[in-house]
Nanobody, 127 residues
Framework: QVQLVESGGGLVQAGGSLRLSCVAS????????MGWYRQAPGKQRELVAE???????????SVKGRFTISRDNGRDNAKNTMYLRMNSLKPEDTAVYYC?????????????????WGQGTQVTVSS
């Protein structure tokens, strides 16, 4: 199984920056893509940014040009670390940010796909 641990959230003023980190450990060979999602109070969880194993990225329109997602697969492939650099933060970016890993593994002749989620980290942007 894959385990995800996030860090880097906090309180920042509008216009400021934060960097979130997510360390993936365990059966990381099954990870096909990783991403950041966020959930504000009273709203549904939404995709912020995602990155595939080949480095292809995708961003929500609301964060394009301000957020940058990246991954470091580590020297010995024992861990994957994903980052989210957030610049020019706005009060509407306030939410709990969750790390996600999309996994695919073949067991015999069956293909299993599943998501793993981190515990979430709070980001609060004051106006």
């Amino acid at each position: 199984q894959v385990q995800l641990v996030e860090s880097g959230g906090g309180l920042v003023q509008a216009g400021g920056s934060l960097r979130l980190s997510c360390v993936a450990s365990g059966s990381i060979f099954s990870i096909k893509a990783m991403g950041w999602y966020r959930q504000a109070p009273g709203k549904q969880r939404e995709l912020v940014a995602e990155i595939t194993n080949s480095g292809t990225t995708n961003y929500a329109d609301s964060v394009k040009g301000r957020f940058t997602i990246s991954r470091d697969n580590g020297r010995d492939n024992a861990k994957n670390t994903m980052y989210l650099r957030m610049n020019s933060l706005k009060p509407e970016d306030t939410a709990v940010y969750y790390c996600n890993a999309f996994n695919r593994v073949r067991v015999g002749d069956q293909l299993h796909e599943y998501d793993v989620w981190g515990q979430g980290t709070q980001v609060t942007v004051s106006s």
